[in-house]
Nanobody
């Protein structure tokens, strides 16, 4: 299973970007998916998560500006980022809890991470 994140780039303050994260490989289904970010010199932090049913959680710092969504048929997740600020500058990583084995009475899932995509917001 591989996760590939893309869509990062350089944008001016107040601008928008849309990140995508596509999962490929032997996938039965995907449970929770999420976006995290890591700014230079800081720890990785949660940005937003979305369940398979579409329930979402956002970090306080991005609520109202970012929207997380997913297309279960395409095993793809998105992050629409509006009103970007310089403090949003970071490498953005996606992760997914992927069901890799499915049996009659049990299943096994593994959490995978994408390679990261850089978002730079200039002031």
């Amino acid at each position: 299973v591989q996760l590939q994140a893309f869509g990062g780039g350089l944008v001016q303050s107040g601008g928008s970007l849309r990140l995508s994260c596509a999962a490929s490989g032997k996938i039965f289904s995907i449970n929770d998916m999420g976006w995290y970010r890591q700014a230079p010199g800081k720890q990785r932090e949660l940005v937003a998560t979305v369940t398979s049913g579409g329930e979402t959680i956002y970090a306080e710092s991005v609520r109202g500006r970012f929207t997380i969504s997913r297309d279960n048929a395409k095993n793809t997740m998105y992050l629409q980022m509006n009103s970007l600020k310089p403090e949003d500058t970071a490498v953005y990583y996606c992760n997914a809890d992927v069901v890799v084995e499915l049996r009659t009475w049990s299943s096994r899932s593994v959490v995978y991470w994408g390679q990261g995509t850089l978002v730079t917001v200039s002031s």
